[in-house]
């Protein structure tokens, strides 16, 4: 039985198509951490560690850094940020290439014999051999604006695919796509810079926190609308929160929240899930809305205009502002510092 197993791992391993010191390297590296035998030293690799051979060389043959391998096989969640990343890169390298290639074959055919250093350089004089992009703009914003529309939407996208929902999809993305160079570009640019674990990290709170919404019935949106102030008085109360929040609001927070509620009628139809979420957390908000306009909210209300100032438009989110800043804390746009918000800013 011994000898049978060791035969299936050796087996497995071939299927690697990895050379023993590329092997070797990565136990090295500590990308793979297969057991030892006692008696002998040898490495016993088991089928988890051929699985991560497998992963490893794939994503090596597609160019990724070990850096971002080792990130990928710690927290295999962030993959798409990473895959992202790398498709970036390559569509760069591939356009910077052939524009460089365009140029160069048109000055060769251009260019007559040169005797001299002078002549060369008149010849080059008015020539600008550095590849011009821009034209190229749409092929990457197509791409930014699926990694904005899969972030807006990531808890509502596990339902199979119909050619209804995939007709659906297109319509969210074009819209996403008609937006992504006006009031979704700054938002692009910060997803941007932050880390695929930031991203993750935030991502899972928003799914966590979206499920919990999904979850709720009438009788639960009086205990929801309690969590709500809470939530909400800590953050009136946070100076840091405030300061984050009155940065990020305008170019930020209230573009990309109006946008996802203009898409609220395509994803009502896209997903069940979200006509739940939807309709709970709407019914929600407008409870804590009534609140907000009686005596005894008047304080809450006065605390909660304090704190917001002129950032918030109530109105114009359907309510909907009063979820992301009670959520703020967990939220993406609390992923970096003060000093890091007003550094992007700067830039922006």
């Not at 970036?88 to 524009?99: F, G, V, Y």
């Not at 819209?175 to 935030?202: F, G, N, R, V, W």
């Not at 709970?280 to 909660?304: A, W």
Request: hydrophobic share 35%; proline share 4%; aromatic share 12%.
């Amino acid at each position: 039985m011994i000898r049978e197993k060791v035969y299936i791992r050796c087996t497995l391993l071939i299927t690697t198509n990895l050379q023993k010191r590329t092997i070797y390297f990565y136990i090295k590296e500590q990308l793979i951490t297969p057991a030892t035998t006692p008696e002998n030293g040898y490495h016993d690799f088991s089928e988890s560690d051929v699985s991560r051979l497998l992963i490893i060389r794939k994503l090596r043959d597609a160019g990724l850094p070990l850096a971002d391998i080792r990130a990928i096989l710690s927290n295999p969640r962030t993959a798409p940020y990473y895959l992202h990343k790398q498709i970036h890169q390559l569509q760069t390298l591939l356009l910077t290439t052939e524009e460089t290639m365009k140029n160069l074959d048109e000055f060769s055919a251009s260019l007559p014999v040169c005797h001299s250093f002078e002549q060369l350089s008149e010849c080059l004089k008015d020539i600008e051999l550095k590849p011009d992009l821009s034209r190229y703009h749409a092929q990457y914003t197509s791409r930014d604006a699926s990694r904005i529309a899969q972030y807006l939407w990531q808890s509502f996208l596990d339902a199979p695919m119909t050619e209804y929902r995939q007709f659906l999809w297109q319509k969210i993305m074009q819209s996403t796509l008609e937006h992504i160079d006006s009031d979704l570009k700054i938002m692009t640019h910060y997803l941007q810079t932050l880390s695929p674990e930031q991203l993750d990290a935030a991502n899972i709170n928003q799914y966590l926190r979206n499920q919990k919404i999904i979850a709720l019935t009438p009788d639960d949106y009086p205990s929801f609308v309690e969590e709500l102030k809470d939530s909400l008085t800590l953050f009136a109360t946070d100076e840091t929160q405030k300061k984050k929040w009155k940065l990020l609001y305008q170019p930020l927070i209230h573009p990309s929240t109006i946008f996802a509620f203009s898409i609220s009628s395509l994803m009502l139809e896209f997903h069940p899930d979200y006509k739940k979420y939807y309709e709970n957390i709407h019914g929600c908000c407008m409870l804590l809305k009534d609140y907000l306009n009686t005596k005894e909210g008047e304080d809450f209300k006065v605390l909660l205009t304090s704190a917001l100032q002129d950032c918030c438009d109530f109105e114009g989110s359907s309510y909907g502002e009063l979820e992301v800043a009670a959520f703020f804390h967990k939220s993406v746009y609390n992923a970096m510092s003060v000093a890091e918000i007003e550094e992007f800013l700067s830039f922006i």
